[in-house]
């Protein structure tokens, strides 16, 4: 247990460090306003914190940087959320939110653009998830000789299309008798269900119900793989990685931008139980190249459903307050802009 002392020592010490990423000594300390103590009492504390690995020592002639534990006890204990973002920070934000975005996919592709120039980290966005969603609607928009798009809207907003090749004497008519009968069949299907016992039994109907059996059914299996594909995984801001101190090593930051580019291993990044903001601080994280990051994360929902995740990737060293902020306005944000978009669809 640290006494408040050595609480304020370590909360002025983290905060220095993130600001200057330099190692903080004893006599920056003293500067402080806040901090009324000698610099051979704030020496002292420092030992102390170090020999109970709250802090540590590169060189003996250095002052001190924090450690994984103490940016853990930072973020646990001594964080106050409040004022963590200026003003044009969310200006930034509330204008994204407020204007007009006819897509869900485009506004979780662009988020990653303005998390990661607000925070200057790498920004990630999951989702929506697809598989725990429900078909909101099927369309099918006719191209050349037997050609046409197949779309598909998830009760989430999410939108799959693919090109199905049906009979080059297909009619108008034939597609609209399509559409319906899949419509009536499978809205407010969960797309989990599509390759189960309902698609034999639909595609028994389909062939006592429609003239174009053959064509219903390539378009049915089209929409059924929906449900084999990979959750979204988008990114912004790999390249910041770059600019931080931590990463100049060029073999680390290739490490950590090669495991960027693969979208599966970035989604375990993200915590599969619980709502809310989460916070991994280096050896918190399940993957070995990311032990000198932190990844913090949180969720956003559909009717209390949580559908997709929200994250950034930094080094340790990185704005705990401010991050945790913007990332809990973003949360609530897309949540607030998931419902709007159901409603107005």
């Not at 190692?23 to 901090?35: E, F, N, Q, T």
Request: overall charge negative; proline content about 4%; aromatic content about 6%.
């Amino acid at each position: 247990m640290l006494t408040p002392r050595q609480e304020l020592i370590l909360s002025a010490i983290i905060e220095d460090y993130v600001r200057m990423a330099e190692p903080v000594g004893s006599r920056a300390l003293a500067k402080h306003d806040d901090i009324q103590f000698s610099p051979a009492t704030i020496r002292n504390e420092m030992a102390d914190l170090e020999e109970m690995g709250y802090l540590t020592q590169l060189h003996t002639s250095s002052g001190r940087i924090p450690s994984q534990k103490g940016y853990r006890f930072y973020v646990d204990n001594l964080l106050q959320q409040q004022g963590g973002f200026d003003r044009a920070t969310g200006e930034r934000l509330r204008e994204f939110f407020t204007s007009r975005i006819d897509e869900v996919e485009k506004a979780v592709r662009e988020v990653t653009t303005v998390l990661s120039s607000l925070t200057r980290q790498t920004a990630i966005v999951l989702g929506p998830k697809m598989y725990t969603e429900k078909v909101r609607k099927i369309e099918l928009v006719p191209l050349a000789r037997g050609r046409v798009v197949a779309i598909l809207v998830t009760d989430a907003g999410h939108v799959e299309n693919c090109a199905v090749q049906l009979s080059e004497d297909i009619r108008v008519e034939d597609l609209e008798s399509i559409v319906h009968v899949l419509n009536d069949k499978l809205v407010g299907v969960p797309i989990s269900r599509l390759r189960s016992n309902l698609y034999s039994k639909l595609s028994e109907e389909l062939a006592q119900t429609v003239e174009r059996f053959e064509d219903a059914l390539a378009v049915l299996n089209e929409v059924c793989q929906v449900s084999q594909r990979e959750e979204p995984v988008y990114i912004g801001g790999a390249s910041n990685m770059l600019s931080q101190p931590e990463f100049h090593d060029v073999e680390k930051a290739q490490t950590i931008l090669t495991l960027l580019e693969q979208g599966q291993t970035v989604a375990s990044l993200f915590p599969t139980e619980g709502l809310g903001l989460q916070v991994r601080i280096g050896a918190e994280n399940p993957i070995g190249a990311l032990q000198d990051c932190t990844v913090i994360t949180t969720t956003y929902s559909l009717h209390g459903r949580p559908v997709g995740h929200i994250g950034v990737l930094g080094p340790t060293r990185m704005d705990y307050n401010r991050i945790m902020q913007i990332l809990n306005y973003t949360s609530e944000s897309m949540t607030q802009m998931m419902s709007r978009w159901i409603e107005g669809h």
